[in-house]
């Protein structure tokens, strides 16, 4: 059954085999999301985009990724153009409220966001054809084609926690390669009361399917600060300041300038 058909949740237990979802915050879940699902189309997907946009604007998440830029790129004069990669952009909605924020601050900028959805990328476009400066492009972050490519900064907002710790270190020790200034992570905190809440806000409010089992799962498939700290070293990233955010975020800022 087609993940797009009335019954995405259930298509997707059934072809992954999931009964249920085991709960225990000791450990990073290895169950795989719906959005993990690159064929993964149709109007499931885009109410999930719309929802986590929503979510993230509500909730303070976009915030935690802009503030952070916005205090990396003061050291970058004016006149030069900033590179700046968004992995994992669904929507391209992070790359649209950078784009009006360096309008405003007198920036010029170039942005990309990356996504190995192709549909996901295709509903990103359409919803950017007003902003000259954004771009985006099918890709695989673990590809040549895209470890090839240079950026002043990468940002990655709601992404690292769908890939295991084995994975995360290959693909930071690339990053901290292509990014010039700064790698900039926004992601979830593991905790019971970030996974209750989510849990009983989606399930009121979300008309997604794929919002309702994922953004659960997406906390239990998040981070504990050891965790992180075993990622950076791993990777051999002595470099960087990571703080909690709310709600419920880490933001991690590795600058690669010093």
Not at 7 to 23: G, Q, R
Not at 119 to 141: C, L, M, P, W
Not at 197 to 219: E, G, N, Y
Request: include cysteine; glycine fraction near 4%.
């Amino acid at each position: 059954m087609p993940l797009a058909l009335a019954s995405p949740l259930k298509a997707w237990c059934s072809k992954y085999k999931i009964t249920n979802m085991a709960i225990d915050f000791s450990y990073r879940s290895s169950t795989i999301e719906i959005m993990d699902d690159l064929a993964c189309d149709g109007e499931v997907v885009f109410q999930t985009l719309r929802e986590l946009d929503i979510i993230n604007h509500w909730l303070g998440g976009n915030a935690v990724t802009i503030n952070a830029l916005k205090k990396s790129w003061e050291i970058i004069p004016k006149e030069d153009t900033i590179t700046i990669a968004d992995l994992g952009c669904g929507s391209g909605e992070m790359l649209r409220i950078i784009s009006k924020l360096a309008e405003q601050e007198n920036r010029k900028v170039k942005l990309i966001g990356f996504d190995a959805n192709g549909h996901i990328i295709e509903y990103a476009r359409n919803h950017s054809k007003d902003f000259s400066n954004v771009s985006f492009e099918t890709a695989n972050v673990f590809s040549k084609d895209f470890q090839d490519q240079k950026f002043d900064f990468v940002l990655a907002t709601l992404f690292m926690h769908h890939f295991s710790e084995t994975e995360l270190v290959a693909m930071f020790s690339s990053l901290k390669k292509q990014t010039r200034s700064a790698i900039i992570i926004n992601d979830i905190h593991r905790h019971p009361f970030a996974f209750h809440s989510i849990k009983w806000l989606t399930q009121l409010f979300s008309r997604s399917a794929m919002v309702k089992f994922d953004a659960p799962l997406s906390v239990l498939r998040a981070f504990r600060k050891s965790e992180w700290f075993e990622v950076m070293k791993k990777a051999s990233i002595n470099n960087y300041r990571l703080k909690w955010k709310w709600a419920f975020r880490w933001q991690l800022i590795i600058p690669l300038h010093d």
